[in-house]
């Protein structure tokens, strides 16, 4: 019998911490499509206007934070699913260390898309 992952029980804390960071992407991505859609930001002189905010520190560390909170989202949501269909041992171990490696892989990747769409350095 596969062990139960009681932590993301409600009331846990990764519990929390997976409902906060779905609020916080929700809200962002409500706020982004609302600009795209109903204030048409999808022509040329907006783009270079974005490419301008994002020479800006708040809206850079604004982007940043978004990356690593949709990584953690979605690898806590991952890791816990495979756990409550029953992954345990020395599988869960490895899944572990496989999502910490993909999550790293892809939040460096991310700063530097970020870095590079900012001006900083080429990918």
């Known amino acids: 019998m596969a062990e139960r992952y009681t932590s993301f029980e409600p009331g846990g804390r990764r519990w929390l911490w997976q409902r906060l960071t779905a609020a916080f992407l929700v809200i962002v991505l409500a706020f982004h499509f609302f600009l795209l859609h109903f204030l048409n930001h999808a022509d040329e002189v907006t783009f270079a ?40 041992g020395s599988r869960k171990t490895a899944v572990k260390a496989i999502l910490g490696v993909a999550s790293l892989v892809l939040i460096v990747q991310g700063v530097r898309t970020a870095l590079a769409w900012a001006g900083g350095v080429p990918i």
């Open 49 to 88: 206007l974005s490419q301008a905010r994002m020479e800006q520190l708040t809206y850079f560390s604004l982007m940043i934070l978004f990356l690593i909170t949709a990584t953690f989202h979605g690898v806590n949501g991952v890791y816990n699913a495979l756990v409550n269909q029953g992954l345990s």
